[in-house]
């Protein structure tokens, strides 16, 4: 089984350990599978440069640090970590007196070297405050904050209270500047893309220079300085903060955008102290292309990277043995793209807008060592006082420095191959030109003029209109405003605010009588002042006296000896309309609301109909009616099933690792014989016959026919195609996957697991590996209508929608699991007509030399019709089913083959 399998898989197996879900199949033993001994590794390097962001010199005494080796920057800034394991993402992290810390992941190959040059961030100035009083912490000529509470911290990671005069170091970081001075990707936990409005970094210490933390339950207040390429930054984003282990940021909190003369800024709420960056998940395309040395020979292992031009972000990736590379960028935006190796780089690039993947014509050439030379000389730009404005040059040659000018006269800090600033009436005019060196020389870039208007105040050029509505239905207001941005709105009614009314339109709740006569008008800010619209007057009538009409009949329901049914009516009418349900016929004693719920049900109430009156003074109506089918009291085998259909989305995630079972642990295509040990299996690789020892690209298109095959216990018929792209097929894995199934048919030998899965799905796969442990997950997305059958039970299972998503720790040194975490989105499903939904999460940790089951928490429930009808959970030490309102300790119905996995 290829290695990429084996994560894939391993991400699922402590959840089967623990859920004993039917979706697990393979294995045929009650302990957890024994290790593969591992296969001999050929150890890869990273070198690079450390240099100060300020003006580009060397930082020399940096400490490096990555899968625990260990290097120290020369005079030049520059290092070398040797004897690195391979892996897909391999955390650096580099450290140097009077800077901010810099935690990068990056990929290692054998025998391949990782080059990096890294700028490293000034940490601000040292600040003392006495622990017992409220104080703020600030930055000069910034409008960085923090607002401290009175005694409100510990010695980080413990309860020792933290007192007397601490000190502080606030940092404050700008992506819009210098995209590349975030201490970490821009990649949320989630494995989405980020776009980032500003970060700061906030450092306490006591007297012993022990790092200080805020304690339980108590905030502090951050204000993190608006930083961006975007024209419309929005007025609310999340808080992210740094998991320094990974390099991704973790969504905790919201903040808001305040807009002041003295600039704009984002304002939250934090509960620790760490990097924080005001950040967006965004959407992104990928651009596929490759590069060429100057011979035209593919250049494998060159660091490919992204930085947004309309948006503040960065991406990367390394090109494969064939020079290819897939980098991400934001969908429909602008982005720079630059590739480097051996210090060799490209010419930079200009990507995108794009709603779609964009594959470049011709390859990227990487320059041998010459003088630089000018490709694209800075541009003109016209802009208002107080925005945003942006420079970009692109040059030729390797190991390019940049060095910005205004009027002739060098820029401080401005070394970067981009210029941005906010620009001043004192800007107007003002000619900015780039040196660009090298070793070979030097050439100087043609000068761009910047013009300045002076900035606006908001203007109202069209003021929001009178409205006039029925009760029931909405209103809405909208306004036109000019002046300088960023402009925020907030409309207000009868002059009082409307929470969360913070756009150019605004659109009412369904109205009331009582909103006759209000007034709506909106306040328009900026950073120069604010303008009121006219106020609009919103006229609201009664509407026209009609009999009541039903507009949703009730609808049958199947539930339970022991059960309650509900039934609901939706219908209007002028006046309102009074309810009366019966069942049978029969009036029902102090029904008269839109819905009915019954008592508990007997068997005696199996094939009742029940249907609604619908009265007002200009008539009435009644309702179809409706069945209510009774089932006798669940017992334990159907306990079992229902919460059988929680793990249908884990058998997906062991059908969409098939096609792969060609391939040995290096990735080295099988004979069929290795593969099957009775049977037969084909693939295809990109359209061709695959070749047994032919080794898998990390990306391809793989095809898997098998019939009656036996592989690790499972018998295999059927086909399976998956399109992958994946970091490499080495762990800890990263990239994604787009699987189709053709009836694919997985039984367990032993005969207690028979599952067919027809259809398609994606899966995204996001990875990490320290020195003791590995972190793998998977996110499942299945096409809807694809379908998973338990053969054994008769039952199959219609997907509808939603998403499964299963991540997993485990030791390196025994692959033993030490953690889990399970979490069902929305995933919605239909055992023949009853349709399902599973929600929710579990956490459990495992122990011992045999990850035993430990602890966890959460729940994942499963619900019918709005229904709940069981839900999985943990308590007392151990996994528990609540079905019908019974619990019961779990245990692992036929057809499970992961309880023995």
């Not at 975007?230 to 282990?245: C, G, K, M, Q």
């Not at 998973?788 to 299972?797: C, D, E, F, T």
Request: charged share 10%; net charge neutral.
């Amino acid at each position: 089984m290829p290695i990429v399998v084996q994560r894939l898989r391993g991400a699922f197996a402590s959840a089967c350990v623990a859920l004993s879900l039917i979706g697990c199949g393979g294995g045929s033993s009650s302990n957890p599978p024994t290790p593969e001994p591992p296969a001999p590794v050929t150890t890869g390097q990273i070198t690079g440069q450390v240099l100060s962001a300020a003006d580009a010199s060397p930082v020399a005494g940096a400490r490096i640090t990555a899968a625990g080796a260990t290097a120290t920057s020369d005079a030049q800034g520059r290092f070398t970590l040797g004897g690195l394991a391979p892996a897909a993402s391999v955390v650096l992290r580099i450290q140097a007196d009077g800077h901010l810390d810099v935690v990068r992941p990056l990929p290692v190959a054998a025998n391949q070297t990782t080059q990096i040059t890294q700028r490293l961030v000034a940490a601000g100035a040292a600040q003392t405050f006495n622990a017992a009083t409220p104080g703020t912490l600030s930055v000069a000529n910034s409008l960085a904050a923090v607002d401290l509470p009175a005694n409100g911290f510990v010695v980080d990671g413990s309860s020792t209270a933290a007192t007397g005069t601490l000190s502080a170091r606030l940092s404050v970081i700008d992506p819009a500047r210098n995209p590349g001075a975030m201490p970490g990707r821009y990649v949320a936990s989630t494995g989405r893309a980020i776009e980032s409005f500003g970060a700061i970094t906030v450092d306490l210490r006591d007297a012993g220079g022990n790092k200080v933390n805020l304690k339980a339950g108590t905030t502090a207040t951050i204000r993190i300085p608006l930083a961006t390429r975007s024209a419309a930054p929005p007025a609310t984003v999340p808080l992210f903060h740094l998991d320094e282990t990974t390099g991704q940021w973790v969504q905790e909190g919201q903040a808001t955008l305040r807009v002041t003369a003295a600039g704009s800024y984002y304002e939250g709420t934090v509960s620790h102290f760490s990097s924080w960056n005001a950040d967006i998940e965004t959407d992104t395309i990928f651009v596929n292309g490759c590069v060429n040395d100057s011979a035209g020979k593919p250049a494998a292992w060159a660091l490919v990277q992204t930085s947004g031009i309309d948006y503040s972000g960065m991406s990367y990736d390394v090109t494969d043995t064939n020079g290819k590379f897939r980098v991400p960028i934001r969908k429909n935006s602008l982005a720079e793209l630059l590739a480097t190796l051996d210090q060799r780089s490209t010419p930079t690039i200009t990507v995108g807008p794009s709603a779609t993947d964009i594959t470049l014509p011709n390859c990227l050439v990487l320059a041998d060592a010459a003088a630089p030379q000018i490709v694209t000389s800075p541009v003109d730009r016209t802009v208002v006082a107080g925005q945003f404005v942006y420079f970009r040059v692109s040059a030729s040659g390797g190991a390019l420095r940049y060095q910005w000018q205004r009027n002739g006269v060098d820029m401080p800090g401005e070394t970067f191959d981009t210029l941005s600033f906010y620009a001043a009436l004192a800007d107007d005019g003002a000619r900015y030109t780039v040196v660009v060196r090298n070793s070979q020389g030097q050439v100087t870039s043609g000068a761009a003029v910047l013009h300045v208007n002076p900035a606006t105040l908001p203007v109202v050029t069209e003021q929001p209109r009178d409205a006039s509505a029925r009760v029931g239905e909405t209103a809405s207001f909208a306004v036109t405003v000019v002046g300088s941005a960023p402009l925020t709105y907030q409309w207000q009614r009868n002059g009082v605010d409307i929470a969360g009314a913070t756009a150019a339109a605004y659109t009412t709740p369904a109205l009331a009588l009582a909103d006759q006569g209000a007034l709506y008008r909106v306040v328009v800010r900026n950073a120069y002042g604010s303008a009121t619209s006219a106020p609009a007057l919103l006229s609201v009538t009664g509407t026209v006296p009609a009999a009541p009409v039903i507009t949703a009949q009730p609808v049958a329901v199947t539930a339970t000896v022991g059960q309650t049914a509900t039934f609901l009516v939706l219908g209007n009418g002028n006046p309102a309309p009074t309810y009366q349900w019966l069942k049978n016929g029969a009036v029902i004693a102090g029904a008269t609301g839109q819905t009915y719920t019954t008592p508990a049900l007997a068997a005696g109430d199996d094939g009742a109909l029940f249907s609604v009156k619908l009265s007002n003074s200009q008539g009435e109506v009644v309702s179809s009616t409706a069945l209510l089918t009774v089932k006798p009291a669940g017992n334990d085998t159907e306990q079992a099933n229902l919460m059988r259909l929680l793990g249908a989305g884990s058998v997906w995630l062991q059908a969409v690792g098939a096609p792969l079972e060609v391939a040995d642990d290096n990735g080295l295509v099988l004979a069929a014989s290795a593969v099957c040990q009775t049977g037969s299996v084909s693939a295809t690789l990109g359209g061709a016959a695959v070749t047994v020892g032919q080794a898998l690209p990390a990306n391809g298109v793989l095809a898997t026919r098998f019939t009656d095959c036996v592989s690790d216990g499972t018998r295999y018929n059927g086909s399976g195609t998956a399109d992958y792209r994946l970091s490499s097929l080495s762990a800890p894995v990263n990239g994604s996957a787009t699987v189709t199934l053709s009836s694919l048919r997985m039984a367990d030998v032993a005969g207690d697991s028979d599952y067919t899965v027809d259809g398609g799905a994606t899966v995204t796969l996001t990875g990490s590996q320290d020195g003791t442990s590995l972190t793998q997950s998977a996110a499942l997305t299945p096409t809807a209508g694809s379908s998973i059958a338990n053969n054994l039970l008769g039952l199959r299972a219609t997907l509808a929608g939603g998403g499964l998503s299963v991540g997993s720790t485990t030791r390196l040194s025994d692959g033993v699991p030490t953690g889990t975490r399970v979490s069902y989105n929305s995933f919605a499903f239909s055992v023949g007509s009853t349709p399902y939904l599973a929600q929710g999460a579990l956490t459990l940790t495992f122990g011992g030399t045999n990850g035993g089951l430990a602890g966890g928490s959460g729940e994942i429930t499963l619900s019918s019709n709005g229904t709940q009808v069981g839900r999985l959970y943990f308590a007392n030490g151990s996994l528990q089913i609540e079905v019908n309102g019974r619990v019961q300790p779990f245990a692992a119905p036929r057809g499970s083959a992961s309880a023995r996995r």
